[in-house]
């Protein structure tokens, strides 16, 4: 596929809500360390994937359940960990033995009680936010109320060290908590400025994002943005937020993304902030109910992806079934030729399978390199997948990045139906409602974990593929769920959030 853009009008629609399950699917002690490998303070997001917390070399995996009981609190809510290694990620009933660990607001030092429905781990991200050389953990809590004020939000960080998470934490929430706020329904993390060499902390709310910076101790806010503008006026909600240097100025940019029910919640739109001596507002972009960054021409610039679960106005088009659209990096950040996206669907030339209405292909994206051939590949879930009877099973893509952009030469698709993948595709699974690609093993090749949180009644089970020098192997593959890490099980959600 030529790197020619599909343009796409900006119209609004009557209001439905068909799509809008798959946009709202939404502890123990640390172990000995391996030897410390503490990595260089700060960094800017997709360039540097910012998540290993013992700075051992070997990326992390944190996954939220948001839903979790935790002492007998119904979606309190809890947050996992896999540490790296040799042999990547692995869980207590591996062999040899996975490194684990589970927090919550229960566990010793970890700020604040564990309360009914505040949704610990409803969002994850982390960055190096005290500048130590060890990534840290940003664990987003929605519902959490403050005093008597309910909903405001409240996000906590567990620090990085040579031991791990948990040697010490501290939480944080807006400057004047608000009611149904919500602050923290989404985080995020990465150096956007050279006023310290740490990363900071962006949070988003029913308002937009606020970005917090770590200063003599203490995280303070430094700037407030806005949610981007829909082109008819309407009410913009929160979805979620990105990072990446797009414009090649070694600091890391935001995107700052939206969803209307004017545009029955499937038509994502984002707000472009470039990183610096301070935010500059570059553009509002088409998309962005799920994005993510990562250079997928190899040029040197991070590219944006965004997904959008396909409105009425998108299959009127022909855009049958879910898209993704890519926004390549450049001198004036991410920008598509003519200022348009190149939008991809299932029934683009080479792309596996027929797009059909409700697949929601597009609902989560991931990008990293996934054959360790220096050009950034696109993992895309789409958990509204029908396969055969069985409706909402859920499948997941990989498209390869190139010189020439994002192609289909190569692109793979997995469902649970797939030789060598465990378990069996079942109606409402929605498989691939989270996709995320990280390098556990360090070999330069990012393996997939993709999680169906409404698995199993809602428990929630995630699913790990390895990689090889042509790309995602079914071969190897294994799931796990929360039970497997010693965390709670039933109606958790487990995989409702993985750490980009």
Same mark, same amino acid.
């Given at each position: ?23 709202? +699917? ?23 994937? =910012? ?106 960080? +567990? ?38 060499? =740490? ?147 299932? =029934? ?40 055969? =009877? ?57 393996? +997939? ?52």
């Amino acid at each position: 596929m030529s790197r020619t853009p599909r343009t796409i009008r900006r119209t609004g629609t009557s209001a439905a809500v068909t799509a809008a399950l798959f946009l709202l +699917l939404t502890g123990a002690a640390v172990l000995a360390a391996p030897a410390s490998y503490a990595g260089v303070p700060g960094g800017t997001g997709a360039a540097d994937r =910012n998540n290993d917390f013992n700075g051992d070399g070997y990326a992390d995996v944190l996954i939220g359940a948001p839903e979790g009981r935790v002492d007998g609190k119904a979606g309190a809510g809890y947050v996992t960990v896999q540490y790296g290694a040799p042999n990547g990620i692995g869980t207590n009933t591996s062999t040899p033995k996975g490194r684990t660990a589970v927090f919550s607001q229960s566990t010793p030092g970890v700020p604040g009680t564990s309360e009914a429905w505040d949704g610990f781990g409803h969002a994850v991200a982390s960055g190096d936010i005290d500048g130590d050389g060890y990534d840290d953990a940003i664990i987003g809590a929605p519902g959490e109320a403050e005093g008597t004020v309910a909903g405001a939000g409240r996000v906590t960080v +567990l620090y990085g060290s040579a031991q791990g998470l948990g040697t010490r934490a501290g939480s944080f929430t807006a400057p004047t908590p608000t009611s149904g706020a919500r602050f923290g329904a989404a985080v995020a993390a990465a150096r956007f400025s050279s006023a310290t060499p =740490n990363d900071d902390i962006a949070v988003l709310d029913e308002d937009g994002a606020q970005v917090f910076t770590l200063r003599q101790g203490r995280l303070t806010r430094t700037a407030r943005l806005a949610l981007p503008q829909h082109p008819e006026g309407h009410r913009i909600q929160p979805a979620g937020l990105t990072t990446g240097d797009y414009d090649k100025d070694g600091f890391a940019d935001l995107v700052v993304s939206g969803f209307s029910q004017a545009d029955t919640y499937a038509q994502g739109w984002s707000a472009v902030y470039a990183g610096g001596a301070s935010f500059t507002h570059l553009r509002d972009l088409r998309g962005g109910t799920a994005s993510a960054s990562g250079d997928i021409d190899k040029d040197g610039y991070d590219d944006l992806v965004v997904g959008q679960v396909s409105s009425p106005d998108d299959e009127a088009e022909g855009l049958t079934g879910g898209l993704i659209g890519v926004y390549y990096g450049g001198e004036d950040g991410p920008v598509g030729e003519e200022g348009a996206a190149q939008w991809w669907t299932q =029934n683009s030339a080479g792309v596996p399978g027929v797009g059909r209405h409700g697949d929601a292909w597009g609902a989560d994206v991931s990008v990293a390199d996934v054959n360790g051939d220096g050009y950034a590949d696109v993992a895309v879930g789409a958990p509204g997948k029908d396969l055969g =009877n069985e409706a909402d099973a859920g499948a997941v893509w990989l498209l390869r990045g190139a010189a020439g952009g994002l192609t289909a030469t190569g692109s793979q698709s997995f469902d649970q139906n797939t030789a060598n993948i465990p378990g069996t595709a079942e109606a409402e699974d929605s498989w691939g409602a989270q996709v995320r690609l990280v390098d556990t093993d360090a070999d330069g090749r990012a393996e +997939l974990v993709a999680a169906a949180p409404v698995e199993n009644a809602g428990d929630g089970v995630a699913w790990f593929l390895p990689a090889g020098p042509s790309g995602l192997l079914a071969s190897g593959s294994w799931s796990f769920g929360a039970g497997s890490l010693g965390a709670p099980v039933v109606g958790s959600r487990y995989g409702s959030a993985i750490d980009e």
